[in-house]
């Protein structure tokens, strides 16, 4: 099984979401799955990755050789970002064939929020604020970076936090349910079909 995660911008988020997505990939039973995180367009932000054009372009380039993609954007306190997904996510269906499948999520509110949900955050800070916080990256992820000595280490210690979280990736889905977790519980779903259906 071939995984291609298009995020916003792979420059930083290719540290999170390639060591996650593979963790999720994992716990649903399929640790031979190939996550790769697409670098080729490099899309300049969360505006190109919401235009279907973009997405298309990705799509025809990659989908002889992918078997699930997964957008990943983040939220960034815009209520209505879900519902652009879900349009994408319709148009990517009628541009795949049946046994190819793509995924739109967003990180609650960005993906560094799923860095932290695994680890053991300063015991002051309560994990509800980090959720509700619009600019979770500012507020809480490069103080935890900076107080762990990774700031300065490659994508601003993005490498190693992810790492460590993704071995702990039953609390991330645990902590973040409204995005990875609905992520998770919708590919669970393809996958189980698929199973039957063979």
Partial sequence: MNVLVIPEDFRKDQYILAPIIKAM???????????????????????????????????????????????????????????????????????????????????????????????????DWKWVDVRQEVNPKETYYVPYAKNRGLWQRPGEGRVALSLEAARRYERIRGLCPEDIGLLESRIRQVLERQSREL
């Fill in 25 to 123: 990939f994992n716990y649903l039973g399929k640790p031979k799955a190939k996550v790769a995180v697409c670098r080729d367009p490099l899309l300049g932000g969360v505006h190109q990755a919401l235009r279907w054009e973009t997405i298309a372009g990705v799509i025809d380039r990659y989908k002889g050789m992918i078997d699930i993609f997964v957008l990943c954007v983040d939220r960034d306190g815009i209520l209505g970002r879900k519902q652009q997904l879900g349009e994408i996510e319709r148009s990517a269906a009628t541009r795949l064939e049946d046994h190819r499948h793509f995924f739109a999520e967003n990180a609650w509110q960005e993906l560094e929020v799923w860095v932290l949900a695994g680890h053991d955050l300063p015991k």
